[in-house]
């Protein structure tokens, strides 16, 4: 069989993959630069039979999609900034309720209206902490439309694997260039399906009882047990309580399930980092620069090496800490005043190691711009 | 089924004060449901945040009880994901026409078959006896030491302009009017909306000087009437009870499945 070769946009290979995964539940709202993923959407899902809403604004649209979610569905929102930040209460309550769901945030200039058709990568920090609350969260990333098709597919195995909301930043520029991308056959990448509970009817339920593992195997809405879902402290059948044991092991479990898991949550991509002696850090557009630069510093024979993330959040720190060890310097390249930045400072052992390149005019940093930051710290002037 | 059946004992005693109203709606709506014999595994009750919105935790339904102002809004994603579920979302009246008035008029707009019920004590309850876009003008509150200037909804009025195709409006005191018009807001296929006149002796009747929960209840029978009663006519400040709209039109869902049909034959 030939390749399903296609020539798209980074917004098409992302509602592409969220099909792949099994996408069959979509509401959004218009907002550039997201708009090409809910446009897609409503072309494709009637089509299958799945069901798209457009909604009345992002907070009516992730709302949605929780609902849906509950009746068993896979489902997915995408926004841009404003947007993302309307989100955030019902994201909470995605992770308080422990409801699977994508949430793509295609990232724009801010704050505020900001530079809604420039390129960004400044809402890593409301993907950490948007909402309020001491809470966990995964938050994914990638660089070029192959990987963006993976790491949506990914997004929606962790979010049904860990019952909760995924987050994927996806930035303007990989959001609207065009790439080819190979559609990989169906079974290709594995597919998580939701775990459901074996309990039979008639028998106590306890839907927020977490296996051993962390994992909670929960009925649908509309099937035969009917429980309560509350963004309130809850207990074991979903009632509020504000018992101290209950909300401290709740919280705990919302924070552990992910935190503990941090080291095989994390997903990224090495290159020319063996015999490295100074590393680039960097993710999603502002990585295709990076890897620019270290293949043309390659060239002239300077050991410098790339660590790309993918997974932003939870941070992968003991990864960060373990590939820059040892090195000259680090450099991280992003589209912000240093948002990755601060969490590589405090994984590694020589944060006075760690610099900066990056730009914050809505221009996608080029390897120009890498190479000058890499001349001052060698000392070589720009 | 006796009414005790659809209750959730376990989590009783209730939260709310003595004399509220909202007990009243909750016994008026389970008498509805069973009236209709629907099975509890078919309805999915959804409510947002405040005193009228802990309803969900009572009954043995699927219940969902979400963020303030959104329920319409999770309402929609169930009832779309799942058409043959029945979807009611009890609302305060803040609740509904405050926060959530935006996915109020659009739920409406779009005429999905969800049931909405507005327990209207036009108080904010639950943080202590705020007024609320339905507590009208020169109305004492913790937020309007000096009464209120703000003008209120007419919760019919708007649910009408907004395109719903059952809207209707009764008191705690007509109590059996509450069940028999919830249950023919639940059958009705569309956008529901049902006002109840609930009373908050707590927060309202305190500071407005309208004494305990039957004097409240008392005024609610003093001051509304039928629709389009002789009453009415000789005293126009009489509130009207009744059903004010009925009217059979096309249901998002029904709507969504044959836009589903078209799509598929590629048109």
Redesign the interface.
């Known amino acids: 069989m030939s390749e399903n070769v296609k020539f798209v946009q980074g917004n098409e290979a992302c509602a592409e993959a969220a099909l792949y995964a099994g996408l069959d539940?979509y509401?959004g709202y218009p907002i550039t630069p997201s708009s090409e993923i809910t446009e897609y959407l409503a072309y494709h899902l009637?089509?299958i039979?799945g069901?798209f809403?457009q909604?009345?604004?992002e907070?009516?649209?992730l709302?949605?999609?929780?609902?849906?979610?509950?009746?068993g569905?896979k489902?997915m929102t995408a926004t841009s900034g404003p947007g993302f930040s309307l989100m955030q209460?019902?994201l909470g309550?995605a992770i308080m309720a422990e409801i699977p769901c994508v949430i793509v945030d295609v990232q724009r200039g801010g704050p505020s209206t900001g530079l809604p058709t420039h390129g960004s990568q400044a809402d890593v920090n409301q993907a950490r902490w948007g909402t309020h609350g001491d809470h966990a969260i995964i938050a994914l990333t990638a660089s070029n439309h192959q990987d963006v098709f993976s790491i949506t597919v990914e997004a929606f195995n962790l979010a049904e694997t860990y019952r909760t909301p995924v987050i994927l930043l996806l930035d303007e520029l990989v959001a609207h260039m065009r790439e080819r991308l190979v559609i990989p056959e169906p079974g290709k990448i594995p597919l998580v399906d939701r775990l459901k509970t074996s309990v039979k009817e008639g028998v106590d339920y306890h839907p927020y009882l977490p296996r051993e593992d962390g994992r909670l195997p929960m009925s649908d809405?509309?099937?035969?047990h009917?429980?309560?879902?509350?963004?309130?402290f809850h207990d074991m059948?979903g009632?509020?309580s504000s018992e101290p044991s209950i909300v401290h092991g709740l919280l705990r479990h919302l924070v552990d399930k992910l935190e503990n898991r941090a080291h095989q949550l994390a997903c990224y991509k090495e290159y020319y980092t063996e015999d490295a002696e100074q590393l680039l850090l960097s993710y999603g557009s502002s990585a295709r620069s990076a890897l620019h630069t270290v293949e043309n510093r390659r060239k002239r024979g300077e050991r410098l090496g790339l660590l790309e993330l993918q997974t932003l959040w939870p941070f992968p720190e003991d990864i960060v800490r373990e590939k820059c060890a040892g090195m000259k310097s680090v450099i991280v390249v992003e589209q912000n005043m240093g948002q990755v930045l601060q969490a590589v400072k405090l994984a590694v052992d020589e944060p006075a190691k760690v610099f900066l390149a990056n730009r914050i005019d809505g221009v996608f940093i080029t390897p120009a711009d890498i190479l000058n930051i890499l001349r001052l710290i060698q000392g070589k002037g720009v | 089924m006796a009414i005790k059946d659809y209750l959730?004992e376990?989590?009783f005693p209730h939260l709310w004060c003595p004399g509220c109203g909202h007990g009243m709606v909750l016994n008026g709506l389970l008498r509805a449901i069973d009236k209709l014999g629907m099975s509890?595994?078919?309805i999915?009750m959804?409510s947002g945040i405040g005193c009228s919105s802990r309803i969900?935790?009572y009954v043995?339904?699927?219940?969902?009880?979400?963020?303030h102002g959104?329920a319409l809004?999770?309402?929609?994603?169930?009832?779309?994901?799942?058409p043959?579920?029945n979807l009611i979302v009890p609302m305060g009246d803040g609740d509904a026409l405050a926060i959530g008035g935006?996915?109020f008029i659009?739920a409406a707009r779009r005429n999905i078959d969800i049931t909405a019920i507005v327990m209207n004590n036009r108080i904010y309850g639950m943080t202590g006896g705020q007024f609320s876009p339905l507590s009208g003008e020169n109305i004492r509150a913790t937020t309007a030491p000096y009464l209120t200037i703000d003008p209120s909804f007419d919760v019919v009025e708007l649910a009408k302009a907004a395109g719903a195709t059952f809207v209707a409006r009764t008191t705690t005191y007509h109590i059996q009017q509450v069940s028999d018009i919830i249950g023919k807001a639940i059958l009705h296929e569309g956008f529901s909306v049902v006002e109840v006149l609930s009373q908050c002796p707590t927060y309202f009747g305190r500071k407005n000087k309208e004494g305990d929960a039957v004097d409240m209840v008392q005024h609610f029978k003093k001051n509304t009437t039928s629709i389009g009663s002789k009453a009415k006519q000789e005293n126009p400040d009489l509130i009207e009870r009744g059903i004010f709209v009925q009217t059979e039109l096309p249901e998002y869902c029904s709507e969504?499945e044959k836009?589903?049909q078209?799509?598929?034959k590629?048109q």
Not at chain 1, 226 to 232: C, D, H, I, M, Q
Not at chain 2, 73 to 82: E, I, L, Y
Request: net charge positive; proline share 2%.
């Open positions: 539940f509401a009637p089509q039979g069901k809403l909604m009345e604004d907070i009516a649209s709302c949605a999609i929780i609902g849906a979610s509950l009746t569905r489902v209460e019902a309550y809405f509309g099937g035969v009917r429980f309560n879902v509350t963004g309130l059948w009632f509020p | 959730r376990r989590f509890k595994n078919e999915v959804v969900t935790g043995d339904f699927h219940t969902l009880h979400t963020i959104r809004a999770f309402a929609t994603g169930v009832k779309m994901a799942r043959e579920l935006n996915h659009h969504y836009m589903v078209r799509a598929m590629g």
